[in-house]
């Protein structure tokens, strides 16, 4: 404000500057003048004083001219100057002050060319890269200088071509001595993380045309022999097969030099990459020639460049324009044919012959493709917008306000969004320009409009009470590679390439087209191959780093008025997200949190639509098919065949390493599961959105809505409290709390549940599936699917109907019945003739389910039970039941599965008995005889004085030991079963509840004892399994074993080490279990390896059911051990049930095992230290020391009914 700092000419401000006409008297002018220049004007003639005048009204002028331009300069919004005629001064004389203001505009000035002049040396246009390389190795560096002497422009060609075939050349040892990189007995977690930010890096750059840029950083590195160390072949071959698709040979030269100068060897993608560039270029066949004859010097034959390798159509043609020039003679080799799986399991389901009745979906073609159309745009789209049913509000002026209001401020939020986001992008690059592998072309995978469409919409879900911010940036990251994925599909041409494939794809499975009985997955791959290249995921730092720094921006940009009433204008504003820390589980976590106002002003707006990603949505046409490991289920978003948590990759190499025909078993399984087509029980739903939105029900799995949730009986202390006072209304807030965000996290998931089914109502839909590393299968769409609870199962229906037929009526009565609870131990007779006894309560059940008798509420399933009454009512109420068509799904339950397949194993004929493997009149209840023998070890103890056996006498029943029960098969401890005691101890309102922790740790010791006595061969098994995974994680591995299907499984435990991702508001730290180099988790591997074995076998069971039921033409779908099918069609699926299960388990799975172990891991070598041979011998002894078994006969299984019931 130098401007208003004035010493001559003051009296002009006082006064209004003078324009044509007369002079107005002195009294009319202002004050000010007179106040400020009384001074001076009295020593000065009247004349003096004139002159003086009007020069102080020139350079008052002359000044204020001089500011408007500075302030036009610094890009101010135009001011109006009104213009006045003044008598200018003599020439000669100046202003001071307008001097000062000129020579601080020239500053300006120049500072804003420098400013712009730097700011266009940073774009992208115009940085300066480094092309050439600085070789280390004298002979390298030799030849290159050789190559850049001057020559004419014809033969650079020719130079090149030389260069390539002399760094071709293996150097010999002593020549190699010089280069060869020392080899790290491990590479540390800092480093592998930093490699693994390097090769995202240079893979993005590749993607998003900025392979000058990859080129760079890579010289950069290289030319630096200490960072050069981080630098892998990965690296470098990915930079190599970006200039090879461009056709650029004289950077990939440079590449290929700089591999050989970090003492690396080629490998088959480096020799392809250089091939691919010549096949662009044409070049010389005695160029290519030398390249073949060294890539085979290393061991690598020509056919492995087009079998062992997943190429793009255009890099394979390249290829093979290369490789035929060389070699005229040279064929592409054909599609090696589907080979088939040899598993013995297996043999009947894909035989060629006997009887073949592969299901087909009951829609035309035409509606299929219809449909399949409808979810590319789903997917194409990245997200589905979904009407809330939540019940809409009134519409007040405050809502209508409300949502103005936040219309508006997402507008400016967009814009100031964009705004960062390009300034982000900019410094990144200029950063990246300078050698850091930055963000810089992450942020370019994306346009900027996409990036701020995820901004908003995770700032329109992000909770009230905040999120932590290692879980947000893991789910921003997520995205942004979900969609780039996404877009890859798109400009690669795949998505024309797919419709076609899928649309003949849909003749196998459409009801009106007639095609030779394939399993799924043998059709799409006759079909010939479709598959494009992998993408190879980001590791969980790379995630964090792109997500943290997408977070921070949004913290950044969007900001709101502090009061929202106040008037628009220049009103302080203030963030929307703040930055807290909180303790979570003892462990300060960082959290971004929403402002209040920003919270409320969404609650008043109770904007009715929520917002899903396209994989939490289930499917509205048919899945793909799982062919490998890379594709299946949805078609465009990218889907893990096994699920692993992030960072894992010993499952991916595992799988890879498989051979095709050993994973077709859990392929076709999966494939099988997800072709299932699903409708939603609109009936149903009805009846569940009426007491949703009517204060909900916690009995009937309906979450009331926050404002339901407890109070605190006072709200502030009374004067003159006392402190245990204060500690009671303390604890009791703490509570209420508590309680509070425990409904509303019940309340939103139900909320994301209802909403998806009654937006899929009028739809058939398609759950894709994919499994965990332990084989049991999952739907992919988390939020509603049939692996809920009881509500969730209830709402969902086969959208292809049966007929009942004779018996199909009998059991939608014995499912109705199982799913109350109330005959649990009678035969199916005793419960088919109940069913007929309540019919009357049935029938009330349907059709007044809310206003009735409502007996349907007292079942232990009820919405299930409701659901079953329904269809009862219906079929019974048809003219002929046997023709009714029936859509709800009936399940039959494993005994304690877990037990039946280690009563099985150990060939335990009373544990057999117990777990119903051997025929009966009646179900046998292991729960149920388990509590009665614990009860009588409490008689006993009661007997000699023991005062907690005394305290227990009439609390001893089935509910209080059966959930211990059901998991010690599954490896709980002692600890973890007297946690399960207790809870169940102080849900009953009768025990003394001063006895709560000393009769849990009683019935724990009674039980195990029980499970001892009746399930001998089940411990001795259990400790057998535990204590060879215990020597084998000791010698550093992590336990490993095959399926019965074949599937290779590894467990995931590893010591933990902690990653940092630094910089920015906060420095995130995540736990990485990253498997490469890390020692295995002993105390997790020997007590995980018992239940997870038991559940491989049990998936074993699961997938051999589905797919001979599938060859039997029935629909079938699992939740782990519970199977579902049409009523008409249960006895066939218990046939095959029990069928498979004898198949199963009369494979030598126990001696599989322990041969596969000791192969794996006993090999003794001279390398072993004393220590760790004696370790390996003692394993080899445990072994070879497999546990005795029994004599239970498992034909016995074929003839049991409540086998599976």
């Known amino acids: 404000m130098s401007a208003l700092r004035w010493t001559r000419g003051a009296a002009g401000l006082g006064r209004v500057l003078r324009s044509h006409g007369p002079h107005r008297p002195a009294s009319e002018e202002g004050t000010l003048g007179g106040l400020c220049s009384s001074r001076r004007s009295s020593a000065a003639s009247p004349r003096e004083q004139d002159v003086q005048r009007e020069w102080g009204h020139a350079e008052l002028l002359e000044v204020l001219e001089a500011r408007v331009r500075q302030l036009r300069a610094e890009g101010t919004p135009e001011m109006r100057v009104k213009e006045v005629q003044v008598d200018r001064p003599p020439q000669g004389r100046s202003s001071r002050w307008a001097q000062k203001l000129e020579a601080e505009r020239e500053v300006k000035q120049r500072r804003q060319e420098e400013f712009d002049q730097k700011k266009r040396a940073h774009t992208p246009e115009s940085w300066t890269l480094r092309k050439e390389p600085r070789i280390w190795s004298k002979k390298l560096a030799g030849y290159l200088q050789q190559s850049k002497k001057a020559v004419p422009k014809s033969s650079e060609e020719e130079q090149l071509a030389r260069l390539l075939q002399a760094a071709l050349v293996k150097f010999s040892y002593r020549e190699a001595g010089t280069l060869t990189r020392k080899k790290a007995k491990a590479v540390d977690t800092h480093t592998l993380v930093l490699q693994q930010k390097f090769l995202a890096f240079f893979e993005c750059c590749v993607c998003t045309g900025q392979l000058p840029l990859a080129h760079h950083v890579l010289v950069t590195h290289h030319n630096n022999r200490d960072k050069q160390q981080v630098l892998t072949l990965d690296m470098y071959n990915t930079v190599m097969l970006g200039w090879a698709r461009k056709g650029s040979f004289r950077e990939l030269v440079y590449v290929f030099i700089m591999l050989k100068d970090a003492g690396l060897s080629p490998d088959l993608c480096s020799y392809a990459a250089v091939l691919q560039c010549m096949g662009r270029r044409d070049q010389d066949a005695h160029t290519i020639q030398r390249c073949l004859k060294q890539m085979i010097e290393e061991g690598f034959q020509p056919q492995l460049l087009f079998t062992d390798l997943v190429l793009e159509e255009e890099d394979r043609a390249a290829l093979l324009r290369a490789v035929v020039k060389a070699e005229p003679a040279f064929h592409s080799p054909t599609q090696a044919p589907n080979l088939v799986s040899t598993s013995m399991l297996l043999k009947d389901v894909y035989s060629k012959e006997g009887p073949v009745s592969y299901p087909k979906l009951h829609l035309p073609l035409d509606t299929l493709q219809d449909l399949f159309y409808q979810q590319l745009r789903v997917e194409l789209g990245s997200s589905v917008c979904v009407q809330s049913v939540e019940k809409a509000p009134v519409m007040t002026k405050e809502l209508t306000e409300a949502r103005k209001t936040l219309k508006a401020l997402r507008a400016q939020w967009e814009a100031e969004l964009l705004r960062v986001l390009r300034e982000t992008k900019a410094k990144m690059g200029r950063q990246a320009c300078e050698g850091q592998p930055t963000l810089y072309p992450f942020l370019c995978l994306l346009s900027e409009e996409e990036f701020v469409s995820i901004l908003m919409q995770v700032l329109q879900v992000l909770p009230a009470q905040g999120e932590p911010l290692l879980q947000l940036a893991q789910n921003l990251g997520l995205r942004v590679l979900n969609r780039h994925l996404v877009k890859q599909k798109q400009v690669t041409n795949h998505v024309q390439k797919l419709g076609q494939r899928y649309s003949q794809y849909l003749r196998l499975l459409a009801s009106d087209t007639q095609v030779a009985p394939y399993l799924p997955r043998e059709y799409w791959e006759s079909l010939g191959p479709l598959e494009a290249p992998p993408q190879q995921p980001w590791s969980m730092a790379v995630l964090l780093q792109l997500g943290k720094q997408l977070a921070e921006i949004l913290v950044q940009a969007v900001q709101m008025p502090r009061s929202l009433a106040a008037r628009q204008g220049a009103q302080h504003r203030i963030p929307v997200l703040y930055h807290v820390y909180s303790f ?171 909403s998806l089914a009654q937006h899929l109502r009028h739809h058939v839909f398609w759950l894709p599936h994919n499994m965990d590393f332990r084989g049991r299968t999952y739907p992919c769409p988390p939020h509603f699917n049939h692996l809920g609870g009881d509500l969730a199962r209830a709402l969902l229906k086969f959208a292809e109907g049966r007929p009942l037929g004779p018996h199909g009526l009998d059991w939608l009565k014995i499912h109705l019945i199982n799913l109350t609870g109330l005959k649990k131990g009678d035969s199916l007779r005793v419960r088919l003739a109940f069913a007929d006894e309540v019919m009357e309560e049935i029938l009330d059940s349907a059709d007044n389910p809310l206003t009735g008798r409502k007996w349907w509420m007292e079942a232990d399933e009820p919405w299930q039970t409701l659901a079953c009454c329904m269809e009862v009512a219906q079929a019974v109420r048809s003219p002929d039941p046997t023709a009714y068509i029936s859509h709800l799904p009936v399940h039959q339950d494993g005994s304690c599965n877990g037990l039946q397949h280690y009563a099985a194993l150990g060939r335990d004929s009373v544990g057999a008995a117990s777990v119903n493997l051997t025929p009966s009149d009646l179900p046998q ?64 309102s009768d025990f003394p509840q001063e006895f709560v922790w000393e009769a849990s740790q009683y019935l724990v010791r009674q039980v195990f004892k029980s499970l001892q006595e009746m399930f001998s061969s089940t411990r001795a098994i259990q400790h057998w399994l535990t204590e060879s995974a215990n020597l084998i994680s000791h010698a550093g591995w992590p336990v490993e074993w095959v399926t019965p299907l074949g599937i290779p499984i590894i467990q995931p435990y590893h010591r933990e080490s902690k990653v940092q991702v630094k910089g920015g508001i906060q420095s995130i730290t995540f736990t990485s279990s990253v498997d490469d180099n890390q020692k295995p988790n002993t105390l997790k591997q020997k007590n995980g390896f018992p239940p997870n074995f038991i559940h491989s076998l049990d998936s074993s069971h699961m997938m051999l059911t589905a797919l001979h039921c599938y060859r039997k033409g029935l629909t079938f779908v699992s939740v782990h051990d519970c199977f579902w099918t049409h009523a008409a069609d249960v006895p066939v699926m218990n046939e095959v049930c029990r069928e498979q299960f004898v198949r199963l388990h009369s494979q030598p799975i126990l001696e599989n095992l322990a041969k596969f172990l000791e192969e794996r891991f006993c090999s003794v070598s001279r390398s072993l230290k004393p220590s760790e041979r004696a370790l390996v011998m003692k394993l080899r002894e445990t072994l070879q020391s497999l546990p005795e078994t029994g004599t239970f006969d498992l034909g016995q299984v074929i003839r049991s009914t409540y086998f599976f019931s």
């Open 584 to 754: 979570r589980s003892y462990r300060q976590v960082g959290i971004l949190k929403p402002h209040p106002a920003f919270t409320h002003l969404l609650e008043t707006a109770a904007e009715p639509t929520l917002t899903f990603e396209t994989a939490e949505v289930p499917m509205l046409c048919p899945p793909l098919p799982w062919t490998s490991l890379h594709s299946g289920a949805y078609l465009l978003s990218s889907t893990k065949l096994m699920r692993a948590t992030e960072g894992t990759t010993q499952h991916q190499r595992l799988l890879e390493r498989c051979p095709p025909a050993q994973l077709h078993g859990a392929l076709d399984a999966l494939t099988q599961l997800g072709n299932c087509a699903w409708r939603v029980n609109g009936h149903l739903l009805d009846l569940v959105l009426q007491i949703f939105r009517d204060k909900g029900c916690m009995h009937l799995g309906v979450p009331p809505p926050r404002s339901e949730a407890p109070q605190p009986r006072q709200r502030q202390l009374p004067p003159g409290s006392t402190p245990v006072h204060k500690s009671e209304l303390r604890k009791e807030v703490v509570r209420c709390l508590k309680a509070a965000r425990e409904m509303h996290s019940l309340r939103s998931e139900a909320l994301y549940r209802l």
């Open 925 to 988: 209840d292991v729960y149920r005889e388990v509590a009665t023998q614990v009860e009588e070890f409490r008689q006993q103890d009661a007997k000699e004085g023991l005062r907690v056996a005394q305290v227990l006498e009439g609390f001893i029943s089935r509910k209080v030991v059966k959930q211990t029960v059901m998991t010690v098969v599954y490896g709980v401890t002692r600890y973890g079963g007297r946690l399960q005691i207790e809870k169940r101890l102080q849900e009953l």
